[in-house]
């Protein structure tokens, strides 16, 4: 993906900000190997996505239906669990979900120790972001948020 | 690999349909938005002549595929446990595409 490609994916996202602004950062380079819900779950091995294909990982036990309660779930599985805020928290990382029209999960994305946001934008690069700097039609808005402990956010 | 080159009349229309694929679905992570994208439904919908062309970009350029390998030749010969490895599945479906005489 050149340079005006990613822009392209950027200039879907408005409230990103100007490259260069210090609004956001690239993190990586483009790669299919994984996307934003497995970035969101710490891995780069696979994707994850509930399709009806069964084309995507999705935990076992888990309805495999793009809802918000079964997104809950799949993050459950790997000890997260609802809170009310996604302020940072000592003690504690946060992912946040994000969804479209009919409260479809389209996105998620995971909080770093500095209290900013690390998501992967489908194939292409991962960034560095606040909350609301991917909102828009692509990813929807962030709407719940989920929470679990690790000592490395003290 | 095959060593005819493929009717260029479907090879064009599937190289439009993927380059309209690619540009509707830039940065989408929801695969069922992805795989339902008009252009990747048509591209499902040209049947075996798209597979030659289909496991091509698998092999160059990666790619969300694995839908329409599924739909079109009603098979699936990727494990349950290798699901969401795009690598590996790609592996799996050109060994199979081999098999096939699809490659």
Redesign the interface.
Known sequence: MDLI?EF??IL?LPNLGVPGSGSFRKTSDRT??Y????WAAGET?????P????????PKGIPRE?TLAAFVQAFGTLGYEPCDKPKLEAGFEKVAIYVGEGD????AARQLPNGRWAS?????IDIEHDLNGVEGT?YGKAVRFLKRKNEVFG | MSTSEPDPLPLQKFEELRAEWKRG????????AI?MHPAYQQIIGMGEHALPFICREMNEH???W??AL??ITGD?P?LEED?????R?AEVWLSWAKDHGFD
């Open positions: 490609e392209a994916v879907e299919p190997a996307n934003c819900i497995a091995h696979r994707r994850w996505w399709d009806q294909m069964k084309t995507g990982y999705w793009s479809k999960p389209k996105h992967k934008l489908g194939d292409e692509i | 679905t830039l940065g989408e992570s929801d695969l069922d795989c990666s790619g969300d694995f839908w599924k739909a699936d990727v699901r969401g490895q795009v690598k599945m």
